[in-house]
């Protein structure tokens, strides 16, 4: 049997990929079953496992995890819930009503030329805001400030979904007695749902990951997030590794569970309102 040398290549140069993106998560897995001297001997395979290293996270003094979990949470399905709120709103007006070429065009525009701009430039206007309304430290700060940062691109990524429904189910719900709102609610948005799905986890996993407003508008336990712990164990006379590779382990939890059961929600949504016909 004749081997080809193509799909050799591509297979071999596809399974690097996967072991190099693979190589620092196995040794972040590794590592959080440690101990720390284990650990500073540079031991791989021949190790004692420990599960000290998670106790440590929801026990002790220093124990807050379980208080930025639970603002992680809410950070994240509190500016979902609100993004997908105001974007279908927003997209579903923009693809039904009759709106001059200009003023969607406009609008369209300034949403893309918000979404381009780096995170970095709103860190200094959210923080004087959130000092001046008095949310500075809390989650709810974080739901806005992620909130405004991903409503540009979920606008534009259901609009391309209203788009393509079939005017004629509007105009059949209509004949029916069925009101806008009522379209909206009953025809427009279950065809939708595929959008709405790849809009919800990308959303959400913005929020869970995000780091630099997290550091900016936050400063304890109090509002702060899992991105924010884990860099705490970065500290001036000590790098605690085994707690760090923990926590680290423990939020990928999330973001692992979404990509596995809604990968295909995900695929559809990110390419279904890209293609017409």
């Known amino acids: 049997m004749r081997l080809r040398a193509g799909p050799l290549v591509r297979h071999g140069v596809l399974m690097s990929a996967v072991l190099i993106t693979l190589l620092p998560i196995v040794f972040t897995a590794f590592t959080s079953f440690k101990f720390r001297r284990d650990i500073i001997s540079g031991r791989f395979f021949d190790f004692e496992r420990t599960l000290v290293n ?5 026990e002790g003094s220093r124990a807050v995890f379980g208080q930025l979990t639970v603002n992680s949470l809410i950070a994240g399905i509190g500016s979902t ?34 979404y381009m701009l780096p995170p970095i430039t709103f860190a200094g206007p959210f923080y004087l805001i959130a000092r001046q309304i008095g949310l ?42 069925c009101s806008r709102a009522g ?17 919800a986890i990308l959303t959400f996993v913005f929020s869970w990951k995000d780091f630099l407003f997290a550091l900016v508008l936050t400063s304890t336990p109090r509002g702060g997030t899992i991105p924010i712990g884990i860099a705490s164990f970065v500290q001036e006379w000590d790098l605690r590794y085994g707690e760090m590779a923990a926590a680290t382990m423990l939020a990928a939890i999330p973001a692992i569970i979404l990509v596995l059961f809604a990968q295909r929600h995900i695929i559809k949504g990110m390419t279904m309102g890209a293609v017409k016909g």
């Open 54 to 58: 998670y106790e440590r996270l929801f």
């Open 81 to 114: 819930l609100l993004v997908l709120f105001i974007a279908s709103l927003g997209a579903y007006t923009l693809s039904r009503f009759r709106w001059p070429k200009r003023v969607s065009a406009l609008i369209l525009g300034w949403l893309l030329f918000v």
């Open 136 to 177: 500075f430290d809390t989650p709810a700060v974080l739901v806005i400030a992620h909130s405004v940062l991903t409503l540009p691109f979920a606008v534009w990524l259901l609009q391309s979904f209203f788009a393509e429904i079939p005017r004629e189910l509007e105009e059949a719900a209509s004949l029916d007695g």
């Open 183 to 199: 379209t909206f609610w009953r025809v427009a948005l279950p065809i939708t749902l595929p959008g709405l799905y790849a809009t």
